[in-house]
């Protein structure tokens, strides 16, 4: 059975830093894309960040200069580094494996890690 398990939320000022962490129980881990998404109150879930399989990154406009995405193969983890943090950060950060097969589409979910920036 798949888990992706988020950790490194938390309570921050406005300017400082976080890392989040997703450990994930995948067999072939570096062959999935992964990403960072979240979702704020009321608001629908958004792509914050993605690295693919070769390490392509991709940023939301919102986050690009701020955020780092990174990836290692060897500890099945991705990634995210959250630096200047805005109040409108403020979201539940979820971590996301993606595959693609020939005849199949694999997608996991973790179940999320709360992530609140307030003076």
């Known amino acids: 059975q798949v888990h992706l398990v988020e950790s490194g939320g938390g309570l921050v000022q406005p300017g400082e830093s976080l890392r989040l962490s997703c450990a994930a129980s995948?067999?072939?881990?570096?062959?999935?894309?992964m990403g960072w998404y979240r979702q704020a109150p009321g608001k629908q879930r958004e792509l914050v960040a993605s690295i693919t399989s070769g390490s392509v990154t991709n940023y939301a406009d919102s986050v690009k200069g701020r955020f780092t995405i990174s990836r290692d193969n060897a500890k099945n983890t991705v990634y995210l580094q959250m630096n200047s943090l805005k109040s409108e950060d403020t979201a539940v950060y979820y971590c996301?494996?993606?595959?693609?097969?020939?005849?199949?589409?694999?997608?996991?979910w973790g179940q999320g890690t709360q992530v609140t920036v307030s003076s």
């Open positions: 996301n494996a993606d595959r693609t097969l020939t005849t199949s589409h694999l997608m996991y």
């Open positions: 995948i067999s072939s881990f570096g062959l999935y894309a």
